[in-house]
């Protein structure tokens, strides 16, 4: 060691020599941070939370499940009515996050009928369409579903953490998904909400990205990071909750024009909205290809309004925005797609 | 040999920053800038821009009062002379 001191302080090496030496070093540490950041999977510990399927907010005073798929709003002004008579014979009511009777004309006997454009079951009902604009080719995928059960999400290689990859269709393969997409890619941050199938796992908020809560009973929220109460969400009963955005309509349901996002540009996107509880739609805009260019915020909160979902929400996109029908590929990725670390399912179970 | 090697240092873990700042700039989802990893090679940089700016200080003070000597042992001999 000192005989090297000695002759580096006798002999220096030449300028270039230690910009080159540099520049290695740089590019060896750049590609461990990536390895750190990217590539090693990293387990989380769940924070472990379940929310329970009969929220508090949707208890009755004597602590029975609520009517039907009504939400705490529609249960205050059923309450409110309650001058008028009653019905001698009252239908019994669906449990929480079951909607059968609200759309039993929607599901089959007990036969599955599948065609390239939709799929039919007890369970499921989904239309899939494409929709081919000058530029601009977009996936729709309406859905209903009996009950919420049949609204998963997945994590890849099925553990929660960083650092694990895996492509929707295997995900949807694995889990047997009727039809699926690619989530918010939770496992890309070390922040973010992550409520999964009813467990909350990560429980420290981005504070600069939209959130977006399914609940148990179907209903769909889409609100600011200033807005997150995690304990109104497990009284709520959140069993889906995503952390990327941004949320694409206003409160009316009317396309937005300003986001609280730094997404922007034409770019692929994926993208989840609700119309009713029960009741969803999936799509997916292919871009950076001659066929399609993708879309900006703008365009795709134009979309969902267009579509009549009351609120929707935006997940990643750019190479991550696939939408997979079994597990089959149906939109056009960019580059063929890559490994995603969450999807969002549509199960017949 | 601390001395010499952390002005590379700062230079190399400058030039990430260069690097996650443009990166975040083209995907802001992937959180390049907002990590563990990066706030701990921040507060590293900021160490290491310390030391460094301590030990030119005391270096530019070192020589600074080298040259005052020097000048005025020049003034000396020529006054003995």
């Known amino acids: 060691m000192r005989w090297l001191k000695a002759q580096i302080s006798r002999n220096p090496p030449p300028l270039w020599a230690v910009v080159v030496a540099d520049v290695l070093v740089f590019a060896v540490v750049l590609n461990v941070f990536a390895l750190f950041h990217h590539v090693l999977p990293r387990s989380e510990k769940s924070y472990g939370v379940k929310s329970q399927r009969i929220s508090t907010a949707l208890l009755t005073d004597d602590n029975t499940a609520s009517e039907g798929n009504a939400v705490p709003g529609d249960r205050a002004k059923a309450v409110e009515e309650t001058d008028a008579p009653l019905p001698d014979v009252t239908p019994e009511p669906d449990p929480v996050g079951v909607f059968a009777q609200r759309f039993a004309d929607k599901f089959t006997e007990g036969e599955v009928i599948a065609t390239a454009e939709s799929y039919q079951s007890k369970n499921v009902n989904v239309q899939f369409s494409k929709h081919t604009e000058p530029e601009l080719v977009y996936y729709v995928a309406d859905i209903y579903i009996r009950k919420i059960e049949c609204l998963r999400t997945a994590f890849a290689k099925d553990k929660f953490g960083r650092g694990r990859w895996e492509r929707v269709s295997s995900m949807s393969e694995r889990m047997n998904g009727v039809i699926a997409i690619n989530g918010d890619y939770y496992g ?24 977006c809560i399914i609940n148990w009973d179907g209903t769909m929220e889409t609100y600011g990071p200033e807005a997150w109460d995690p304990q109104r969400a497990v009284n709520r009963g959140a069993y889906q909750g995503w952390n990327f955005g941004p949320m694409l309509l206003d409160e009316e349901g009317n396309a937005k024009t300003e986001f609280n996002s730094e997404v922007g540009g034409r770019n692929p ?18 871009g950076r290809s001659k066929q399609s260019k993708g879309i900006g915020l703008v365009g795709l909160s134009e979309i969902m309004h267009n579509l009549g979902c009351k609120l929707a929400y935006n997940f990643d996109g750019g190479q991550s925005s696939e939408m997979v029908i079994g597990n089959e590929i149906v939109s056009n990725p960019y580059k063929g797609g890559r490994k995603n670390s969450d999807a969002v399912l549509i199960i017949d179970e | ?10 230079i190399i873990i400058s030039a990430m920053y260069f690097v996650f700042f443009f990166i975040d700039r083209v995907n802001a989802s992937m959180a390049f800038i907002n990590n563990p990893i990066t706030k701990g090679l921040l507060f590293a940089l900021c160490v290491l821009a310390i030391y460094n700016a301590v030990a030119l200080i ?24």
């Open chain 1, 188 to 211: 890309g941050r070390s922040d973010g909400i992550v409520i999964r199938n009813g467990e909350y796992y990560r429980n420290e908020k981005n504070p600069i990205r939209d959130i």
């Open chain 1, 269 to 286: 996107r994926t993208a989840i909205g609700y119309y009713e509880p029960g009741h969803y739609c999936f799509v997916v805009v292919d």
């Open chain 2, 1 to 10: 040999m601390l001395r010499k090697l952390t002005p590379h240092a700062v």
């Open chain 2, 58 to 81: 005391r270096d530019n003070r070192k020589r600074a009062r080298y040259l005052e000597r020097r000048k005025l042992a020049r003034h000396e001999k020529k006054a003995g002379e």
